[in-house]
């Protein structure tokens, strides 16, 4: 099966060798995002901006993908503290529907590129 890459100024370059997305079929992988902006810049503020950010970068190249969040199937959420994840559920919970919520885990971990405190990776499925 053959796959594409996907790629958007709308979000960060990735920081290493890996592609922003791969499409493969109808299926989309999105590697994890961090709060840095299109420009690649820290997005300065609290674990409730650096959550917007992510999301906002996942919805960004989803888009580039022809896809939405409504697509997204299965997201994993890497958190450096657990303390904090009442307010990212929350955020995350303004992007998402309740009732079709994607399949997800969170789970806590000692550090993050970059240093930051929130990295999301999703699996996105389309028609």
Do not use: W
């Not at 992510?54 to 503290?81: E, H, Q, R, Y």
């Amino acid at each position: 099966m053959a796959h594409q890459i996907i790629l958007t100024d709308q979000a960060p370059a990735p920081i290493g060798p890996y592609s922003q997305a791969v499409k493969a079929g109808n299926t989309v992988y999105v590697s994890g995002q961090i709060p840095f902006d299109a420009a690649g810049q820290l997005v300065p503020g609290d674990i409730t901006a650096q959550t917007h950010q992510v999301l906002k970068n996942l919805t960004a190249i989803l888009a580039a993908a022809g896809l939405t969040l409504a697509d997204v199937v299965k997201c994993s959420i890497f958190v450096k503290d657990l303390g904090d994840f009442a307010t990212i559920n929350q955020v995350y919970g303004s992007y998402f529907d309740e009732a079709t919520a994607p399949a997800r885990e969170t789970v806590e971990v000692a550090r993050l590129p970059r240093d930051v405190q929130v990295e999301i990776s999703c699996i996105a499925v389309g028609a």
